[in-house]
C-alpha cells in the first residue's frame, strides 16, 4: 500500500488543483465561491488524504491524523457556532471540549476497535467524510458547504485509490491479495458493515434537514429569541 507521506503528498496536490479550479471557474464576482472558500476547501482535501489511515494501529498515520484533526474541528466549529448565534464563551467551551473528545476519547476507541483496512478504507467511509465535512463548515450559501464537502471527499478518495494502485505488481502483471479492499463497500465483519451504513443513513437525514434547521434558527434569533429557548423547542419538536 501506498505509504503516509505519498498518501498526504497526493492529496495535498490534489488540493490545490481544486482549490485552483474553484477559483477560476466558481469564483464570480458576486461571490458564489469565494476565494477564502477555496483556499479552505483546498485544505480539507489535502486532511482528507489522511482520513483513512484512522483505522492504523499505531505509528505516525493515527497519531498525526487524530492529532491535526482534533485542533481542525473546533476551529471549523467556530464559524459554525458564530452563524447560529452561539456567544463567544460558549464556542470557547465547545472547541476545547470537541479537542479533548477527539484528541484523547477517539483516539482509545480507534485502537480498541477498527483494524487496519477495515471499514475506513470503504466508499462508505468517503461518504461519511463528505457528510461530516458539509456539517461542520460553515458558509452563506449551500454550494459553499457543498463544495467543501465535495474537498474532504476528493482527499479521501485519492488515499483508497492510491491503495488501489499499491494493490497491483505491474512486474509481474498480477493482483495482490489487497486489492479491493480499499474501495469496497461491505467488509468481512456483519457488524461493522451495519453500524457504517446506519451512520451513512443518519448523516445523510441530518444533512437534508440541515439547511433548514439552519434557517429556521436564523429566523428566531432574528426574532429575539435565546439560543437555549430555541435549542429546547428543537428538541421538543424531535420527540414529538
Given amino acids: 500500500m501506498a505509504g503516509f507521506k505519498t498518501h498526504i503528498t497526493t492529496s495535498s496536490i ?16 458576486s461571490d458564489e465561491i469565494p476565494i477564502a472558500t477555496c483556499i479552505l476547501g483546498a485544505g480539507l482535501c489535502s486532511v482528507g488524504g489522511m482520513l483513512p489511515d484512522l483505522d492504523s ?6 497519531r498525526e491524523t487524530v492529532a491535526f484533526i482534533a485542533a481542525t474541528v473546533p476551529l471549523l466549529l467556530m464559524d459554525r457556532l458564530s452563524q447560529m448565534g452561539v456567544s463567544s464563551e460558549a464556542m470557547v467551551a465547545a472547541g476545547v471540549v470537541a479537542y479533548l473528545v477527539i484528541r484523547f476519547g477517539l483516539l482509545a476507541v480507534l485502537k480498541k476497535f477498527t483494524v487496519h483496512r477495515g471499514m475506513f478504507h470503504s466508499l462508505p467511509a468517503a461518504m461519511i467524510a463528505a457528510e461530516i465535512g458539509f456539517l461542520l463548515c460553515s458558509g452563506e450559501t449551500l454550494e459553499q458547504r457543498y463544495y467543501k464537502g465535495g474537498g474532504l471527499l476528493l482527499g479521501f478518495m485519492s488515499h483508497l485509490i492510491l491503495d488501489e494502485i499499491w494493490s497491483v505488481d505491474f512486474s509481474h502483471a498480477r ?3 489487497s486489492f479491493g479492499t480499499a474501495t469496497k463497500l461491505w467488509g468481512s465483519s ?12 443518519m448523516l445523510g437525514l441530518i444533512v437534508w434537514k440541515d439547511p433548514g434547521f439552519v434557517s429556521s434558527v436564523e429566523t428566531q434569533l432574528k426574532q429575539g429569541k435565546s439560543v437555549q429557548h430555541i435549542a429546547m423547542e428543537e428538541l421538543r419538536t424531535l420527540f414529538r
Avoid at 494501529?57 to 493515527?62: E, I, M, Q
Wanted: hydrophobic share 50%; net charge positive; aromatic share 8%.
Fill in 57 to 62: 494501529d499505531t505509528g505516525v498515520p493515527l
Fill in 14 to 29: 490534489l488540493g490545490v488543483a481544486y482549490g485552483g479550479a474553484g477559483a477560476l471557474w466558481l469564483h464570480s464576482p
Fill in 175 to 177: 493482483l495482490k491479495s
Fill in 190 to 201: 456483519r457488524l461493522a458493515n451495519a453500524g457504517i451504513y446506519i451512520v451513512v443513513i
